[in-house]
């Protein structure tokens, strides 16, 4: 669904494992490996209602970059990407 030739993260964690911070600490870790690996940028596409996701964007610094509508369930999706 991103931009063709993109690095993408993303994240998915059970209800319980809400809120608790893990989401934001995995995807950090990712990016300072993904970074120390030489990768310029990553984006990250995330359905535009889904505002826990887009909170962690934010969090890790990403910038929305494209709002789009879905292929499949043609919905409002945004893509965020971040400059390592």
Do not use: D
């Not at 993109?6 to 995995?26: M, N, P, V």
């Not at 505002?51 to 945004?78: D, K």
């Amino acid at each position: 669904m991103g931009p063709k030739g993109e690095i993408e993260i993303g994240w998915r964690l059970g209800r319980e494992f809400w809120g608790q911070g893990y989401a934001t600490a995995a995807a950090e870790e990712t990016l300072e490996r993904v970074r120390a690996a030489g990768v310029p940028s990553v984006v990250a596409m995330v359905l535009a209602r889904n505002t826990r996701s887009i909170a962690v964007t934010r969090r890790l610094g990403m910038q929305l970059v494209e709002v789009f509508t879905t292929p499949t369930r043609e919905e409002e999706g945004h893509c965020y990407r971040l400059e390592l």
